[in-house]
Each structure stands twice: as C-alpha cells, then as structure tokens.
C-alpha cells in the first residue's frame, strides 16, 4: 500500500489563502494524487529543493515573492525546466496571460475556476509530461530527439525545452513540411479536452523559436499568414 502511494503523482499547491488551499489539498487528494503545500515564495523554493513534485499549481499574488518570480526561478533551475507549472490568478487580462506564459508557466487558470476543469488540466498536462512512450528518435535538418532520454539537440548544442515545448516540436518534427493551424497543433500537442486559447500557441510557438535557434542558425519554424506553423527547412518565416 505503501509503495503504491509513493507510485501517485505529487503536486506542489503554492497558494497563500487558507481555504482554498485546504479545499485544493482535499480534491487532488480525493482525485489520487499526493499534495505539498507552500504558502509563500521563499516555502515554494525550500520545497522545490528538498522534494521533486510532478507539477506545481502556483497562484501569481503571493506575499514575499510573486508567483512570476517563482516560476522564472523554476525554469533557471535544471530539474525545473520540464516541471509542468499550472499558474492560478484572478488577473484575467489577456496581456497578464501572456506575461504567465512567457515567464514559463504551461497553462493558466483564471479565479473563480472550475475545479473539475482544474483536475482536467492537471491530467492532460501530467500526461503529456509523463516519459515518452515511443522510444528511438526524430532528426529533422540538423535537430535531434531523442524519445527515450527525452532530449533535443542541435547540430552539437543542447536545446533546453519546456514540456509544452517538447510536444509541440515533436509534433512537428513527426509532420516536417506540414502547416498546422493553431486550432490543430492545440488538439494535437493540448489534447481535444482541454480549451486552450489560440493565442497560447503563438506563445509557445516563440518561446521555441527562441531555445531552438541561436543568432547563426536558420529558423526552421515558418509561420504561414492566415494559415499557421510548419516545420520547413526551404522556406523562410512570412
């Protein structure tokens, strides 16, 4: 029984009201998973470092340090660069969305939310992040995946990818030449459950582009007006 608890994913809930983070620690928990709780920036970073989540739920107005900053630090760090981060906000604005995403959250959940599209979320994103069933690799022009080690290089360089990232190229990668619309690449690399805004993926969509190519190499990624993204070597970005 033991063993079988240790097996359950564990989330970390950073979340500085009471209620909601004993209302949160009683679903995940009801819905099988483990929780640890943070209820501040600096007890999110010491657990961060004394125990290994599977994702963070992560609220953005918490005292000491805002939840951007907590997430910028999760990405600066090497075991936090593929840990899947689910930011909670009552800041609804597209623009405080945008600035979510860029600082290197997966998905974004306005307050009041649905908590059975919560649970939702957490099991596509878990999902997706969860090691790679497909072993082998996918090589397109000089990129190289590896499936099994989960690991993207470039000619001899080391590409380091978010988890959404990660989907999102090999998708691509599994597609060269294909143009995809963003409502296309969202069930694809998303999933046909989860209702993800359009403009997520032009998002995810730079932050690729930018860990893919350095200042002398060519973009791979096209973007194609009124249509969407491709991966293609012969064509430049229009």
């Not at 590896?146 to 090999?170: I, M, N, W, Y």
């Not at 403009?199 to 002398?216: A, F, M, Y």
């Amino acid at each position: 029984m033991e063993r079988e608890n240790i097996t359950k994913p564990l989330i970390l809930v950073v979340e500085d009201e009471p209620a909601l983070l004993t209302m949160l620690r009683y679903n995940l928990e009801k819905d099988g998973y483990r929780v640890c709780e943070a209820v501040d920036g600096e007890e999110a970073l010491t657990v961060l470092a004394e125990q290994s989540p599977d994702l963070v739920l992560l609220d953005w107005m918490l005292p000491v340090m805002s939840g951007l900053e907590i997430c910028r630090q999760i990405r600066r760090k090497p075991r936090g660069r593929d840990l899947p981060v689910i930011m909670l906000t009552a800041r609804g604005e597209e623009g405080d969305k945008v600035r979510g995403l860029n600082m290197g959250a997966d998905d974004y959940l306005t307050k009041p939310f649905s908590l059975p599209e919560l649970l939702a979320r957490i099991k596509a994103l878990l999902r997706r992040t969860a090691p790679a069933q497909n072993k082998g690799t996918l090589d397109y022009a000089d990129i190289v995946m590896d499936l099994s080690a989960h690991r993207v290089t470039r000619k001899d360089r080391a590409v380091h990818l978010g988890p959404t990232e990660f989907r999102l190229l090999q998708f691509l990668m599994q597609h060269p030449g294909c143009v995809f619309s963003r409502e296309e690449l969202l069930n694809a690399v998303w999933g046909p459950d989860i209702y993800v805004e359009p403009r997520t993926v032009d998002v995810h969509i730079r932050r690729l582009r930018k860990s893919l190519n350095s200042e002398q190499e060519v973009d791979l990624i096209r973007t194609v007006r009124a249509a969407g993204y491709a991966l293609d070597l012969n064509e430049q970005p229009e």
